[in-house]
C-alpha cells in the first residue's frame, strides 16, 4: 500500500460550497486585517530603532592614562598678550602661561582675546585656568568677563542626541559678571564609554558643574581675578550601548500578531455566528 504524504497535512482544506461568508464576518475580517497591519508597522519600528542601555561600574583600566581636553573661550577685556592659561594638580604639576597646542586670537575688536587650547590633565583631583598670572605686566583693572564656546573631555564625539552631559558649559556667557570677580566653575567628570553598533568605542567624559563668582582678597589686597576650572573624577564609570532588536525576536512577535489576532477574531466570529443563530430560532419559535 503506497503511503499518501497528504495524510500529514493538519491544515485540512474545506470545500468552499461547505462554508457560508456572512456580513459580520466580513466585518470582523477588515477589522482584523487592519489591526495586524498596525501592529505590524509598530512591530517593524520597533525593530528599526536603536535603542540605548546603559550600567554602572568601576573602571580600573588604564588609570595612568591622561584625559583629552578642549578649551575654547573669549575674554572681553584682556588683550591676548596678557591672557594665559595655567595647569595644576595634585601629583605636583604646576604649568603657567600653557603654550603647546594653544591658540589666542583678538576679539573685541583687539580688546579682548579668544583662547583656543588642547591639552591633557592627569586623573586625578586639580584645575586649569585662564589668567594673567603669566604676563609680565599685569592690565589696570582687568575683567575677567568672558565667554566659554567650548569645554569637552575625551574622545571627541559628532554623532547627535547622545545621552548624558557631555558639553554642559557650551555657550555659557559670563559677559555681564562684575568686573571684579572672579569666576569659579567645579566640576565632577564622569569617565563614559559609548559602545556603538558597528563595534565602535568611544571614550568621552561626563561632567557635571557648578558655578560661583566673587572677589577675592588676600595680604590686604585684591587678588587677581581669573576664570577657574576645578575638576575631580567620580570613580563610577557610566557605559552606554546602543542595541537593536534581534532578527528571532521580531519574527517570534510577528508570529504571535497574526496567529493570536486570526484566533481571537475567528472566536469573536464564531461567538457572533451562534449567537446570531440562536436568536433567529428564537425568532421563529416566537412566531410559531
Known amino acids: 500500500m503506497q503511503f499518501d504524504i497528504r495524510r500529514l497535512d493538519i491544515y485540512r482544506k474545506i470545500p468552499k460550497d461547505l462554508t457560508q461568508p456572512t456580513r459580520t464576518g466580513a466585518v470582523l475580517s477588515c477589522l482584523c486585517i487592519a489591526f495586524i497591519c498596525f501592529l505590524l508597522c509598530s512591530e517593524l519600528a520597533a525593530f528599526v530603532a536603536v535603542k540605548i542601555e546603559s550600567d554602572l561600574f568601576v573602571d580600573e583600566e588604564n588609570r595612568d592614562d ?10 572681553e577685556q584682556i588683550a591676548c598678550e596678557h591672557l594665559g592659561l595655567d595647569i595644576q594638580d595634585d601629583l605636583g604639576r604646576h604649568d603657567v602661561g ?22 591633557r590633565i592627569n586623573k586625578v583631583p586639580g584645575n586649569f585656568h585662564v589668567s594673567t598670572h603669566a604676563a609680565g605686566i599685569v592690565p589696570d583693572n582687568p575683567s575677567m568677563a568672558h565667554t566659554i564656546h567650548d569645554l569637552t573631555f575625551g574622545s571627541p564625539v559628532a554623532q547627535v542626541g547622545l545621552p548624558g552631559a557631555l558639553n554642559p558649559l557650551r555657550a555659557t556667557d559670563r559677559r555681564g559678571a562684575s ?18 553598533l558597528d563595534g565602535r568605542q568611544l571614550r568621552p567624559f561626563q561632567y557635571s558643574v557648578a558655578y560661583r563668582d566673587y572677589v577675592a582678597y588676600g595680604h590686604g589686597h585684591r587678588v587677581v581675578p581669573a576664570i577657574w576650572f576645578r575638576y575631580d573624577l567620580n570613580p563610577i564609570s557610566v557605559r552606554y550601548r546602543e542595541t537593536r532588536q534581534p532578527l528571532y525576536v521580531f519574527l517570534t512577535s510577528v508570529c504571535a500578531i497574526v496567529g493570536g489576532t486570526f484566533t ?22 416566537k412566531q410559531s
Open 179 to 196: 568686573d571684579q570677580a572672579s569666576h569659579d566653575y567645579i566640576m565632577k567628570i564622569v569617565p563614559t564609554i559609548f559602545e556603538t
Open 264 to 285: 481571537v477574531a475567528g472566536i469573536l466570529d464564531s461567538l457572533v455566528f451562534t449567537a446570531i443563530g440562536v436568536w433567529k430560532k428564537i425568532e421563529l419559535g
Open 98 to 119: 600653557f603654550i603647546e597646542n594653544t591658540a589666542k586670537f583678538p576679539a573685541n575688536g583687539g580688546a579682548g582675546c579668544r583662547l583656543e587650547s588642547s591639552f
Open 66 to 75: 591622561m584625559i583629552p581636553v578642549r578649551l575654547n573661550v573669549t575674554v
